[in-house]
């Protein structure tokens, strides 16, 4: 489950300690039901762009296992550390959106996650021309991005994320683009490209991984509740009495949610 609020910015540029802390910790989460930072390889003495990296703690997770790879992470709200952080990272409060201020060609892979409920399609035709302007040839693009449909749903469940959807139409975004993102890749440009699904439980039947995501999952309900009460016509009390609902739910319907991680490599020629 990611942040649903939009992109630009997250609506204000100071972010307040309990959001850092989940985002924080939703690293983890991913690194935990994922059972890895990436799917790609990145060769030695490489470098690596994070389109969108907050508090940048995949940058500097992925950083200090690999100290021979530059990582430089770019996010419009400068919420990543200034003062400590790992050698071979570097930071700058840029909006990818409207490009980044590297030059062509200079980058091994470009990563990014949990910007889906954020951009337009059009939006996404923007960030994956910008990957594939940085990248060498050769070069990896990898998004991982959750589908917001819960699957195995209760009634409430279902409310909740329909008006998820129509909170997020009212933007011009359209969640459903994760299932289509290998097929903008290819039309972008990109070759060999892969989808791996994950399929992440939500609630105590799963585990800890489970109990994570699902905790994980209304804290960010919790910060969108103006928005759903909106998109219901409804106060915001009760759609706290409805998103309640969905804790008993998650665990008599065994829900979860499918996380999609797809990439693809920039070709190394023309012909390619």
Excluded at 25 to 49: C, D, S, W
């Amino acid at each position: 489950m990611q942040c649903c609020l939009p992109h630009a910015p997250l609506l204000f540029s100071y972010i307040c300690p309990s959001h850092l802390h989940r985002l924080h910790t939703q690293h983890y989460i991913f690194k935990a039901a994922l059972e890895k930072n990436i799917h790609v390889t990145i060769p030695p003495n490489g470098r690596v762009m994070e389109f969108g990296c907050g508090p940048a703690t995949w940058t500097m997770d992925m950083a200090t296992e690999m100290s021979t790879i530059n990582f430089v992470g770019v996010d419009i709200s400068p919420v990543y550390p200034t003062a400590i952080f790992p050698r071979n990272c570097n930071f700058y409060n840029e909006d990818f959106l409207k490009g980044v201020s590297q030059p062509d060609s200079t980058f091994d892979v470009v990563f990014q996650r949990n910007v889906t409920c954020g951009l337009t399609f059009e939006n996404w035709q923007q960030v994956m021309k910008e990957a594939f302007r940085i990248l060498k040839p050769g070069g990896y693009y990898e998004c991982v991005e959750s589908d917001i449909t819960i699957q195995n749903a209760g009634p409430q469940t279902n409310v909740v994320f329909e008006h998820l959807r129509l909170s997020m139409a009212t933007r011009n975004v359209d969640p459903s683009i994760v299932r289509s993102l290998d097929r903008l890749m290819v039309a972008t440009g990109f070759t060999d490209v892969h989808v791996k699904e994950y399929c992440v439980p939500v609630g105590d039947w799963g585990g800890k991984v489970g109990q994570l995501w699902q905790q994980n999952m209304f804290a960010i309900l919790e910060t969108v509740r103006p928005h759903l009460a909106k998109a219901a016509g409804c106060s915001e009390t009760t759609v706290q009495e409805v998103v309640q609902a969905m804790y008993k739910e998650t665990k008599d319907y065994r829900s979860h949610q499918v996380v999609y991680a797809v990439y693809g490599r920039k070709p190394m020629s023309p012909t390619q």
